[in-house]
């Protein structure tokens, strides 16, 4: 019985509350999973990721480069829609004590995979722009991004 009632609760709650999802698997992001430097190059196996706006995502990125980090590092950072990714990487080239995000420009970070070594995982969770648009990524360790590691977060209703 006390059973019964509480589902009664909980169901009532759910539509009075305008139908949230009682799962909270409904709220889990989607996870994109990125593999950069494969086979030591210089790119992400992934230059467009769609969107929808607002969507909760979660890059997971590896470093698949079998080269130190201090020459094959590679991180992954979404910048505002229009920030210039040339002026950005070559405003990072000097950076490597704040991991290749110059302090100038930290404003066009909307997200950011640390700098990672061979093998290593990072991962960033973070909410999509609202506004539809393309959001350019980039690697920003040195060179990287000129040599054409970068791509494309693109929001679409």
């Known amino acids: 019985m006390k059973s019964t009632f509480l589902a009664s609760l909980v169901l009532a709650a759910a539509v009075f509350s305008g139908g949230a999802s009682l799962h909270a698997a409904d709220t889990a992001p989607r996870v994109i999973k990125i593999q950069a430097g494969m086979g030591n190059a210089m790119k992400f196996d992934l230059t467009s990721i769609p969107v929808a ?8 990125m590896t470093n698949a480069t079998t080269l130190p980090k201090e020459v ?6 979404l910048l505002a829609a229009g920030t210039d990714v040339n002026a950005f990487a070559a405003a990072a080239a000097p ?10 420009m930290k404003d066009k970070v909307l997200a950011a995979v640390k700098l990672l070594g061979p093998n290593e995982t990072g991962e960033v969770t973070f909410t999509a722009p609202t506004a539809p648009g393309s959001y ?5 360790f040195p060179a990287h991004c000129q040599i054409g590691m970068k791509g494309v977060v693109v929001v679409k209703k």
Do not use: D, Q, R
Request: glycine share 10%; charged share 15%.
């Open 53 to 60: 706006p607002g969507e909760t995502i979660k890059i997971v």
């Open 72 to 77: 094959m590092g590679h991180n992954w950072v």
């Open 95 to 104: 950076e490597a004590a704040n991991g290749y995000i110059p302090a100038k």
């Open 136 to 140: 350019p990524f980039l690697c920003s």
